[in-house]
Nanobody, 118 residues
Framework: QVQLVESGGGLAQAGGSLRLSCAAS????????MGWYRQASGKPRDLVAH???????IYADSVRGRFTISRDVVKKAVYLHMNNLKPEDTGVYYC????????????WGQGTQVTVSS
């Protein structure tokens, strides 16, 4: 059973930075895509960023230029580097992975809270 474990959330001030980590229980190259999603209170879970097996990066418009997704294959980890944080970045951040194609994600982490104060 695949496990994804997020860490690195917490409290930051607007304009600050945080780095989220997602540790996978197996090789991250076994997934076609890994990504980060976030869910603000009372809102649906939305895409933040994806990274594909081939290294293609996709970002939500709201974070492009501020957030960077990266990976370390040896450490079996995916990261989300968040700079110039805004209060609207507040939410629970989830790591996700899918095995094939462009469909639904197969595996999700438990989530890590990010709170940005103004």
């Amino acid at each position: 059973q695949v496990q994804l474990v997020e860490s690195g959330g917490g409290l930051a001030q607007a304009g600050g930075s945080l780095r989220l980590s997602c540790a996978a229980s197996g090789s991250i190259l076994s997934f076609s895509t890994m990504g980060w999603y976030r869910q603000a209170s009372g809102k649906p879970r939305d895409l933040v960023a994806h990274i594909t097996r081939g290294g293609t990066l996709i970002y939500a418009d709201s974070v492009r230029g501020r957030f960077t997704i990266s990976r370390d294959v040896v450490k079996k980890a995916v990261y989300l580097h968040m700079n110039n944080l805004k209060p609207e970045d507040t939410g629970v951040y989830y790591c996700a992975a899918r095995l094939t194609g462009n469909g639904n994600f197969d595996y999700w982490g438990q989530g890590t809270q990010v709170t940005v104060s103004s």
